[in-house]
């Protein structure tokens, strides 16, 4: 059974500074997603991770992926408020549309 | 292009009723899912289709059932409502069922209340 784990499940952090969200997953998958979900709201997708060593940066936030260590980081650089939101990561387990395993979500709060 | 829409957006039912939600996208997508989200749970997997004329179970199919109705609707039925279903129900659909970059786009969620 595929299990994926976030860490931290909870951040509040200052605005400026750098922080990282890690997310592990238990069994071989080669395909690994971050979403956002800001209160209330649906799910936005953030970045597709698809290879070892894969890393997709889009403004303050950056993703890598590390297929061996099952492991990977969103990092946020120099955070500021818009940023805070619940991320998630999510893993498919197999080959063809069996749907996504997600993690429990890291609710970020950024504060002034 | 309205993406993936579902209704009702609000709904509130006693124990023992049923009730259809309602989900089509516009974007030509192949496979559908439905999840639902309880707090401190993530999302959890009930039901997919990965083409037109197919469902298959996924984490948590119990108390539900799911009917493709052609490529844009992916309807989710429960039929004898309980408490422990109460939940958001968020739809979502992608272009080949995760293949290369697919990803999965998802709708504004059904918040269910059993009382």
Request: proline fraction near 4%; include cysteine.
């Amino acid at each position: 059974e595929l299990k994926v784990e976030q860490n931290p499940l909870f951040l509040s952090m200052q605005e400026g500074k750098n922080y990282t969200i890690y997310c592990n997953y238990s069994t071989t998958s080669d395909r690994l997603y971050w979403y956002r979900q800001d209160p209330g709201k649906s799910l936005e997708s953030l970045f597709v991770l698809l290879s070892n060593g894969a890393v997709k940066q889009e403004g303050r936030l950056m993703a890598s992926l590390d297929t061996k260590a099952r492991l990977s980081t969103l990092h946020i650089t120099a955070a500021v408020h818009d940023l805070s939101a619940t991320y998630f990561c999510a893993v498919v387990s197999g080959g063809g549309a069996d749907g996504l395993t997600f993690g429990k979500g890291t609710h970020l709060i950024i504060q002034p | 292009n309205a993406g993936v829409t579902q209704t009702p957006k609000f709904q509130v039912l006693k124990t023992g009723q049923s009730m259809t939600l309602q989900c089509a996208q516009d974007m030509n997508h192949n496979s559908m899912y439905w999840y639902r989200q309880d707090p401190g749970m993530g999302l959890r997997l009930i039901y997919y289709s990965a083409s037109e004329g197919t469902t298959d179970k996924g984490e948590v199919p119990n108390g539900y059932n799911v009917s493709r109705l052609n490529k844009r609707e992916f309807s989710l039925r429960l039929e004898s409502a309980a408490p422990s279903q109460t939940s958001v129900y968020f739809c979502a659909s992608s272009l080949q069922g995760f293949s290369m970059s697919d990803t999965q786009y998802f709708g504004p969620g059904t918040r269910l209340t059993v009382l």
